[in-house]
């Protein structure tokens, strides 16, 4: 079954909504900051079987996730070590957005930032580079990825 998520409905809503859902569904967004409620509502949920959609204004799919088991997942997978790690990792920037620290991706270089500067033009003069020991590319290095 397909459930459009109204252009005006709320995280109340739209959380009402994933819960719903059954194995099949999809559940379509037009706007992103819906698309990243019904994400989190999915996982709170912990539904298997359910597509989110956002789509363009000419109803392309421009970004889409899906929850699944993990023995439902093909392909290359992280071993148990690289999980922790990914897991530590979202635990730190957890903290960082409890201290009022925004990650940006400026260029090829990650950035930490003051939220309440963040988006300003001042963002930049007081941007502190992130050492990220090689293991972040911007929106630039997305194409060596591609190739490789």
């Given at each position: 079954?397909?459930?459009?998520?109204?252009?005006?409905?709320?995280?109340?809503?739209?959380?009402?909504?994933?819960k719903?859902?059954?194995?099949g569904?999809?559940?379509?967004?037009?706007?992103?900051?819906?698309?990243?409620?019904?994400?989190?509502?999915?996982?709170?949920?912990?539904?298997?079987?359910?597509?989110?959609?956002l789509?363009?204004?000419?109803g392309?799919?421009?970004?889409?996730t899906?929850?699944?088991?993990?023995?439902?997942?093909q392909g290359?997978?992280?071993?148990?070590?690289?999980l922790?790690?990914?897991k530590?990792?979202?635990?730190?920037?957890?903290?960082?957005?409890?201290?009022?620290?925004?990650l940006i991706g400026?260029?090829?270089?990650?950035v930490?930032?003051?939220t309440s500067i963040a988006?300003?033009?001042?963002?930049?003069?007081?941007?502190?580079?992130?050492?990220t020991?090689?293991?972040?590319?911007?929106?630039?290095g997305?194409?060596?990825?591609i190739t490789?």
């Amino acid at each position: 079954m397909e459930h459009q998520i109204d252009i005006r409905s709320e995280k109340e809503e739209i959380s009402a909504i994933i819960k719903l859902a059954e194995n099949g569904d999809v559940v379509i967004c037009h706007r992103e900051s819906q698309f990243e409620i019904c994400k989190h509502a999915l996982i709170e949920a912990r539904l298997v079987g359910i597509t989110i959609q956002l789509l363009d204004d000419d109803g392309y799919v421009i970004r889409q996730t899906s929850s699944k088991k993990r023995s439902q997942v093909q392909g290359p997978m992280f071993n148990d070590r690289q999980l922790t790690v990914i897991k530590a990792l979202e635990k730190v920037l957890s903290h960082c957005k409890k201290e009022g620290i925004s990650l940006i991706g400026y260029s090829d270089e990650l950035v930490a930032l003051p939220t309440s500067i963040a988006g300003t033009e001042l963002a930049s003069a007081y941007a502190v580079d992130v050492y990220t020991s090689g293991c972040y590319q911007g929106a630039e290095g997305i194409d060596s990825l591609i190739t490789q």
